[in-house]
């Protein structure tokens, strides 16, 4: 009786075991799926991986990939690793020394420490002999030095897209013109919460709705309309943070008022952005101060409910400078870095940029960006038009769009058509906002402190920041918060970066 | 049974063979923990080191106690300290009773449909994850129409700001754990208390004791050992206080009473790629919930109960 027991019992654990490691393995398994599929490849093509974030839930078909291929004469290994995990994983590849021949990974921080200790090929000396990589713009590959070296080769964004987004049928009710200066926006926000901008009769409607982040929300644009500088700037002839500004002292009053006079969303400081966004599409609020990008998923979420809703995108909001100033990012996401671990010698490396020199030929460009012409975009008066079938471009070209290099005006690529007005518009303020631009100083200058408390010290203000304009906190409490961030590693950020900006005059 | 599993060498043997069958049951468990709970702990060396992770455990410089020291001497250590301890010690004195009262008050029904139901409804939040439960509560108790300041406005009162206010995080942080929790809790007791030989139930009911008494001198200390096992097993988890639940309720107010060492370490270390300070603050905390095990198990047995082990 009981051999008998055991064997089924033991038939049983083994059952479950393989049970297990079935559930357990299908994240790991999409990795590397892209690379299996292919037909012969000849012997003669150079072989070259790259890692990418993955936003979709599938790796993509590799159709494309093997398009690039042929056209490039390599045999190309795309790593793609679900975004989510994407930060964790390559930890870990670094810790196990299996990062690919490209990399694409943040340049600060612990990575930032790995770089100066010299990882990663220094490619000062090389890009110049290659035709489209030379054309890479010089400002934004600047701000990717580190201690004046050029490591990384960088996928451009547009270098500020923000702007206020508001409804046009409730300006046109209450006869609002687009506000030009920040009391024309205070008076637009207090007259959508005040005057019944929906004639609805009914009091249900607020001005600004806003979200539980400082930089990407309401807070630093507004900030940046109003003369904050952009993280750092010149205080009494030596760089300070922004936030030992006066102005950005009368910005924190700003929104103060707005939220005790009912004006915008009591309980922003843990708002998500899709409950910001859900308030705007559910009529709730008029304004929206953030990327102007994102007019078109308003639009497309409000007009289901309502049909009439009508947007309007505006730029040029100008504070108590009478200049407009807006802040801007580096220009650049995506960078793209070179391990010594996985590009052993100088050969490789130059034949890894000459790849990435070919990504950035406007054929293969758009290939990366919009897809196969006439099967995923049609061309229109020189402006690439997508099909409608989302679900199809996001299975075969979306993700192909993280290993793109460079941006359209240095590829050549084809720029896209929009048929929703508002979203054609925002485009053009993007470049309009390239004129304003403040640029944040310190994004080529070093700083050990900084980098190694950077993100406590950022709490510490944004705690402080936020108190204060929840009431919890008075002026004193602030620049108590201020004290206690010079004491705890502040002063000497102040004091390294100043050093920095002076030997790098 | 425990006597035959004596520590000579020869009857270990022996008596693996005559119980192969239950060896065999709590391998797989013995494997998982070995390979994923002791071996691992041989990372916990880079708490001495600078690790950095181009140069590998043994490439990576020491630097002894260093970390431990830079935690000690941080500002905000003991703020950190007695919010966990004070979260705990909530956990225990609020949250530990009810699975046990909700086991004994389940264990009453009559009707077992009822009984039935009641149990799988209370056993579903357990699954929900944290980012659901706290969801849940930021639609309810939102300060801009929700539904819980909705009711007090139209009964008179005036709003109360839950979520942004530091007053509120206790009681909202134990609600949550309480609401989640609970149900599952009482599986354990259940059986515990299904144990309960029903002869002493009967003999009880013939000397006249009325069912709250039998709750009181029969069921409880019957179930005693059980609540004692699980409350030192609580007691090792003083510092496991959940990093996701308490990191979606942190937010710029409340950060005095709700930064615990687990968030500390996501912002201090984590984030900013310092995975040895991180190590040693997660070595700090494995040590204290060590201690306290120890100590509870000591008292445990000191007066007179069967410890862990």
């Not at chain 1, 590693?489 to 970066?497: C, P, R, S, V």
């Not at chain 2, 496991?240 to 060492?261: D, K, M, P, Q």
């Amino acid at each position: 009786m009981v051999r008998v027991r055991s064997k089924s019992a033991l038939a049983l654990l083994v059952m479950f075991a393989l049970l297990l490691t079935a559930c357990g393995n299908s994240a790991g398994t999409e990795t590397n799926k892209g690379s299996e599929s292919k037909g012969e490849t000849p012997a003669s093509r150079t072989k070259i991986s790259i890692m990418t974030p993955l936003h979709m839930a599938e790796v993509p078909d590799p159709k494309i990939e093997q398009l690039i291929e042929e056209k490039l004469n390599v045999d190309l290994d795309i790593q793609w690793i679900p975004a989510s995990t994407y930060q964790d994983r390559m930890t870990a590849a670094f810790a196990t020394g299996s990062l690919t021949d490209i990399v694409n990974i943040s340049m600060t921080g612990a990575n930032r420490e790995a770089i100066k200790d010299g990882q990663f090929w220094d490619i000062s000396s090389y890009i110049n002999e290659y035709p489209n990589l030379k054309n890479l713009k010089q400002d934004v590959l600047n701000n990717t030095l580190v201690d004046g070296n050029l490591y990384a080769l960088y996928q451009g964004r547009p270098l500020s897209r923000q702007g206020i987004i508001y409804r046009s049928d409730w300006a046109a009710n209450l006869n609002l013109a687009a506000p030009e200066t920040l009391d024309e926006l205070y008076e637009m926000i207090k007259q959508f919460t005040e005057s019944d901008p929906d004639k609805n009769n009914a009091n249900d409607t607020i001005g600004l709705a806003d979200r539980g982040d400082l930089t990407s929300g309401a807070f630093k644009t507004v900030a940046s309309w109003n003369g904050v500088p952009n993280e750092w700037g010149m205080l009494d002839g030596k760089l300070a943070p922004a936030f030992m500004f006066p102005e950005y002292k009368e910005t924190m009053d700003f929104f103060k008022k707005l939220r005790e006079s009912g004006y915008m969303n009591t309980d922003f400081p843990v708002t998500s952005k899709t409950d910001q966004q859900n308030l705007i599409i559910n009529g709730k609020a008029g304004v929206y101060i953030g990327c102007m990008c994102d007019v078109q998923q308003l639009y497309t979420g409000a007009s289901q409910l309502n049909p009439d809703v009508q947007f309007d995108v505006h730029n040029k909001v100008v504070g108590k400078t009478g200049q407009f100033t807006v802040w801007s990012g580096p220009g650049y996401n995506h960078p793209y870095l070179f391990p010594k671990s996985a590009v052993k010698t100088e050969e490789e490396l130059k034949t890894v940029l000459a790849f990435l020199n070919g990504l950035m030929d406007p054929e293969i460009a758009n290939l990366l960006y919009w897809g196969i012409e006439g099967e995923h975009y049609s061309v229109v008066d020189g402006k690439a038009v997508p099909i409608s079938d989302r679900g199809k471009l996001d299975r075969e070209v979306i993700p192909y769009n993280t290993i793109e290099v460079g941006d359209p005006d240095t590829s050549g690529r084809l720029s896209g058509s929009y048929d929703y007005a508002p979203m054609a518009r925002a485009q053009q303020l993007f470049t309009d906002n390239d004129n304003y631009v403040v640029q944040d100083p310190t994004l080529t200058l070093e700083s050990q402190t900084f980098t190694q408390n950077k993100d406590r010290l950022a709490q510490l203000i944004n705690d402080a920041t936020y108190n204060y304009m929840l009431g919890e906190s008075d002026e004193a409490a602030f620049n108590q918060a201020i004290e206690r961030w010079k004491n705890e590693g502040g002063a000497q950020i102040i004091e390294e970066f100043n050093a920095s900006y002076e030997m790098s005059k | 049974m425990s006597n035959q599993l004596a520590t000579n060498k020869g009857s270990l043997l022996r008596s693996i063979r005559k119980n192969k069958l239950i060896y065999l049951m709590i391998f797989p468990g013995l494997l998982y923990i070995l390979i994923y709970k002791y071996i691992p702990m041989y990372g916990l060396i880079i708490s001495f080191q600078n690790y950095k992770p181009y140069k590998g455990i043994m490439g990576s410089e020491w630097v002894g106690f260093e970390h431990f020291t830079r935690l000690f001497n941080s500002p905000d250590f003991w703020m950190i300290f007695s919010n966990t301890l004070i979260l705990f010690g909530l956990q225990l004195l609020i949250y530990f009773p009810i699975p046990i009262i909700l086991a004994i008050m389940l264990n009453e029904l009559r009707n077992e449909i009822y009984k039935k139901t009641v149990q799988t409804l209370i056993y579903l939040p357990h699954f929900m994850s944290w980012v659901i439960v706290v969801s849940i509560s930021f639609v309810i108790f939102t300060f801009d129409g929700g539904i819980i300041n909705g009711m007090l406005e139209s009964l008179g009162f005036s709003k109360i700001n839950f979520l942004l206010s530091s007053d509120w995080f206790r009681p909202m942080y134990i609600l949550q754990i309480i609401w989640r929790e609970a149900g599952w809790g009482t599986i354990v007791f259940l059986a515990a208390i299904a144990a309960v030989d029903p002869q002493l139930y009967e003999a009880a009911k013939m000397d006249g004791a009325s069912r709250f008494r039998q709750m009181i001198s029969i069921t409880l200390p019957s179930i005693k050992s059980v609540i004692i096992v699980l409350l030192i097993l609580k007691i090792g988890d003083v510092l496991e206080l959940g990093f996701e639940h308490v990191y979606l309720l942190l937010n710029s107010t409340n950060r005095h009473v709700a930064e615990i060492f687990d968030t500390y370490v996501y912002v201090s270390g984590i984030l900013q790629g310092q995975f040895s300070y991180s190590t040693a603050v997660g070595f700090f905390k494995g040590f204290v919930g060590l201690i306290l095990v120890l100590l509870a198990n000591w008292l445990a047995k000191r007066y007179g109960e069967e410890g862990i082990y």
